[in-house]
Structures are given as C-alpha cells and as structure tokens.
C-alpha cells in the first residue's frame, strides 16, 4: 500500500540576515534553490525563542512520523538519539562568532516564492538578493530519523522568502498574497565582508511542496 502523503509543518523565522541565497536561480553547482539565515541567538531574544521552539516543534514532528512504530520504539528514539537540525554554529576563520546559521533548500522543480512589501501591501518580486539583505524565510520541516547514525530531526525545505531590507537597489512588480506587510522593504547599503557573499536572487500545515508561497 502506497504510504499517504504526509503533511509538512510550515514556519516563518524572525528577520535575519540573508546569505547565499539562489532565489530565482539554483545553484548551478548543486542544482537546488537555496537560502540561509543568520541569528543572533545570544544578542536577539526573538532569535533566541525561535530556536527554542523549533528543536521542540522538530521532535513534535518526528513523534507524528512515528505514529505507526511501536511505543517502546519510538520512545527509545526520542529519548536516546541525537537531534539534528539545519543550524551549526557561524563560523568566521574557522572561529564561532556565537551566531547560527540556519540552512534551507528546496530542489530544481520547487522554486520558492520571493515577495517585498510596497505601500504596505505584500508584492512578489524577482529582484536579485545580495548577501547582508535582511528578511524573513518560510520553511516546511520535514522529520526523519537514521538508525544507522542514532539521530533524528527536521531538513528545512525552502518555501518563500519576503525580503524586508535589500542590501542593493531596484524594483518589485507583481502582487501575491502571503507573509503580514509590515513595513514597507527598504534598501540600504550593508558593509561587504567575506560574511555577507552576494546571493542570486534568482501557518497552517501545508502539503509537502515547497513551492506553497502562503503565510
């Protein structure tokens, strides 16, 4: 019997400062779409809270793909393996600057949504993203447990991102519905370090697609 399709826990991160984003266009290299986000955990409490709930939302997720495992099973996964998660520690010269950085993807046939906000109103846009653009970036958790390495967690699959300040100028045309407006997208010019690459821009529970450009 073919398994049902699983339905994919969505969420959306506080702003965070966008890095190696392939937005429009995949990474040639590894042909997928990609996106990170730095959070300041130890300076922001919101990015603090946020990861908090995200490891204890991922073994939530990871309970319910385990719904049909025996009890004893499931709960000797939970308690003894390692949870993993798409956030490692920033590191600048091999150093940790006491930041994380959350990493998420989606592949070639799922692009995600790009969208700014203009008079106050959400917008799509396909407007290239430069590394030190901040932003806020819509994932869908998708669990999974490796007995072979005793672990389990989420991979976050790419949905949409709503830029809230470029690091570059230009327009956003387009209408599409999605994340609240909030203020209007600004641009501003950030200092270029080898921190901030330029990216090619290229809540409910939603079906596992990463192309779903709700908020």
Same mark, same amino acid.
């Given at each position: 019997?073919? %398994? ?23 990474? /040639? ?9 730095? $959070?300041?955990? /130890?300076?922001? !409490? ?43 520690? @920033?590191?600048? @010269?091999?150093? &940790? *600057? ?23 109103? $959400?917008?799509?846009? *396909? ?12 994932? $869908? ?16 699959? $790419?949905?949409?991102?709503?830029? *809230? ?20 997208? @600004?641009?501003?010019? !950030?200092?270029?370090?080898? /921190? ?10 939603? %079906?596992?697609? &990463? ?5």
């Amino acid at each position: 019997m073919a %398994e049902a399709k699983r339905k994919l826990k969505s969420f959306v991160t506080p702003v965070v400062t966008l890095k190696y984003c392939y937005l429009n266009k995949p990474d /040639e290299k590894y042909k997928y779409f990609s996106c990170q986000g730095i $959070l300041d955990v /130890e300076g922001d !409490p919101a990015h603090k809270a946020f990861i908090d709930k995200i490891k204890a939302e991922a073994k939530v997720e990871v309970d319910k793909m385990l719904a049909d495992v025996d009890d004893k099973k499931r709960q000797f996964i939970l308690k003894t393996y390692k949870q993993e998660l798409p956030i490692k520690d @920033e590191l600048v @010269e091999y150093q &940790p *600057t006491g930041k994380l950085v959350m990493k998420a993807k989606s592949n070639i046939a799922h692009p995600p949504s790009v969208f700014v906000v203009e008079q106050g109103k $959400l917008v799509s846009t *396909t407007k290239g993203v430069w590394g030190g653009s901040l932003g806020e970036i819509k994932v $869908l958790m998708n669990p999974y447990v490796c007995d072979a390495q005793k672990n389990y967690g989420v991979s976050f699959l $790419l949905s949409a991102v709503k830029v *809230t300040k470029f690091a570059v100028s230009g327009t956003a045309p387009g209408a599409a519905a999605g994340f609240t407006a909030g203020s209007d997208t @600004e641009s501003y010019t !950030p200092a270029v370090t080898s /921190e901030t690459p330029p990216c090619d821009s290229g809540a409910s529970d939603d %079906e596992g697609d &990463p192309s779903a450009g709700n908020f």
